[in-house]
């Protein structure tokens, strides 16, 4: 039986008359107080570096092992796909590549939806996209769908789930925040380790299809770390506004102005103008990333083209998984160390360096040990590069402009890893030999890593050099003081700056 209203619209009959604006006004009057009474109840809101927040950091080390170890299974299912399909490795290659270009490229994206919507809902929506893109794509019938469902769908949603998972973990740690990112980049080594032995083993009992039909309801488990993570009590209180600001007079005008601001918000395209530290860094992990990911494709597929048993070709990349697992943590507290404050740049740089020069060792011997020690090794520059990548941004770049510079940061790497495996895929079809596309991912890398090294150091002598002129101008300025007593007056001494 419905409830009487009561207030100043009820009537005899329990019913809602007709309202009128004088009624509605009425309405309005005597509902806000208890509006203002709702407001100042107080919220179950979870505390920063409290109990829950250990529960959200293994929340988020699971979202991260789901999210961003997948893609290293990806080269699994290669043979399989090109032989299903009758494609050519350059078009086999852009599943992929695909794949982890919306992985980057849409994190402006996900922070508009973080900021409207919050982490929590951000995050399972992501984990909603992701299962529906794997089990789409077990109904694929050609490789156009492949792209659509397993490549932007599941891209679109590892995304959210993963960007959105990292920001609320800024807000659940304060004091061991440093310790909680080290400890959740431990996911992504989990899933590096487990997602291809996972997928090996499905592979041979259900095929490739119902290997992804599984891996959609892997992926739900997003949906369960997002529940997780309950939204946190800020010492900022939300602004509340009583009335909607009026409408703008031209709707196109003020729809062009709002996406412009919103553009600029968040991307950093007066940074990339105005800072050359953050232009050389974009350009060299730009052109590194060319190279940079074509092991992680390809190094099953070669394994195998070496008459490498399956089993083991899987083994490799869980290899370099396992070694990330305790080397990306001690890579991170070494980073953070004052001593290498100083040179991280050039750290930065000689990882890329050593993870060039490793992959011509890959191509120089198919032989089963030799690649076990090629993963090894190539886990050390791995480690380094996965530190030292948001570190040396943040040492380039001030911390109030660095969202803005991370974002436009991680949009143009997605339109480098978007054409780093068809262009490999490409050469693998004219030459049809594996050992190119290694040779390929060393030119990149250590050319990226000259290229930075070089540019950080000439960029570092010119600082040096305008703060020796500015000191020499200061110390003449004082001893000129001095000679000439408090009492007098010099004149001006004007320099001129013929280089900025």
């Known amino acids: 039986m419905p409830r009487p209203m009561r207030g100043p619209l009820a009537t005899s009959q329990g019913r809602c008359p007709s309202v009128t ?11 806000r107080p208890w509006q203002r009474r709702q407001q100042r109840m107080p919220q179950a809101l979870e505390r920063a570096d409290g109990s829950w927040a250990w529960v959200v950091l293994l929340a988020t080390m699971v979202t991260q092992g789901l999210t961003l170890g997948f893609p290293t299974c990806i080269g ?19 599943i992929p590549s695909i794949l982890m270009a919306v992985l980057h490229m849409a994190g402006p994206l996900c922070s508009i939806l973080v900021g409207r919507f919050g982490c929590r809902v951000t995050t399972m929506l992501g984990g909603v996209l992701a299962s529906l893109g794997m089990v789409a794509s077990s109904f694929s019938r ?12 599941t891209g679109l949603g590892m995304c959210f ?5 990292v920001t609320v973990l800024g807000f659940y740690f304060v004091r061991r925040r440093v310790l909680a990112n080290a400890l959740a980049s431990m996911g992504v080594s989990l899933g590096i380790t487990l997602w291809p032995l996972l997928s090996r083993y499905l592979l041979e009992d259900l095929g490739w299809r119902g290997t992804f039909l599984v891996f959609g309801g892997v992926f739900l488990h997003c949906c369960i770390c997002g529940a997780i993570m309950r939204p946190v009590a800020t010492s900022v209180a939300p602004e509340t506004k009583e009335c909607p600001p009026p409408p703008p007079e031209t709707p196109a005008l003020g729809c062009v102005a709002a996406c412009g601001r919103t553009i ?17 860094y974009v350009l060299g992990v730009m052109w590194s990333i060319l190279g940079f990911p074509l092991p992680q494709v390809f190094l099953v597929p070669y394994a195998m083209w070496h008459r490498m048993d399956e089993q083991q070709a899987a083994l490799l990349i869980s290899i370099i998984g396992f070694s990330n697992i305790f080397l990306r943590p001690l890579a991170g507290l070494m980073a953070g160390r004052p001593a290498f404050a100083s040179h991280r740049k050039y750290l930065f740089s000689l990882a890329f360096l050593l993870n060039g020069l490793t992959n011509l060792v890959c191509a120089a011997s198919g032989d089963f040990w030799v690649l076990v020690g090629y993963c090894l090794v190539y886990s050390v520059s791995m480690s380094g590069i996965g530190a030292l990548i948001f570190q040396v941004l943040m040492d380039i770049v001030p911390m109030d402009q660095f969202p803005r510079a991370l974002g436009l940061f991680t949009v143009l790497d997605g339109f480098a890893f978007l054409i780093s495996p068809p262009l490999a ?12 596309v290694f040779f390929m991912s060393s030119f990149f890398l250590i050319s990226a890593a000259l290229f930075m090294g070089g ?4 960029l570092q002598k010119k600082e040096q050099g305008k703060r020796a002129v500015v000191a020499d101008a200061l110390e003449q300025d004082i001893f000129l003081e001095a000679k000439d007593g408090p009492g007098k007056q010099r004149s001006p001494v004007i320099m001129y700056v013929t280089s900025v």
């Open 76 to 94: 699994i299912f290669f043979t399989d796909l090109q032989w299903e399909f009758q494609a050519s490795n350059s078009q086999t290659s852009w």
């Open 142 to 153: 050609n490789l156009s769908q492949l792209y659509f469902t397993a490549g932007f769908i």
């Open 455 to 458: 540019s950080f150091y000439a």
């Open 425 to 436: 895929g490409l050469l693998l079809d004219a030459t049809n030999n594996f050992s190119y």
């Open 21 to 31: 604006p004088a009624t509605w006004a009425a309405a309005t009057v005597a509902v």
């Open 161 to 165: 789930s993963f960007q959105s998972s």
């Open 264 to 280: 600029q918000r968040h991307l950093a395209f007066d940074i990339l103008r105005h800072n050359t530290g953050y232009c050389v």
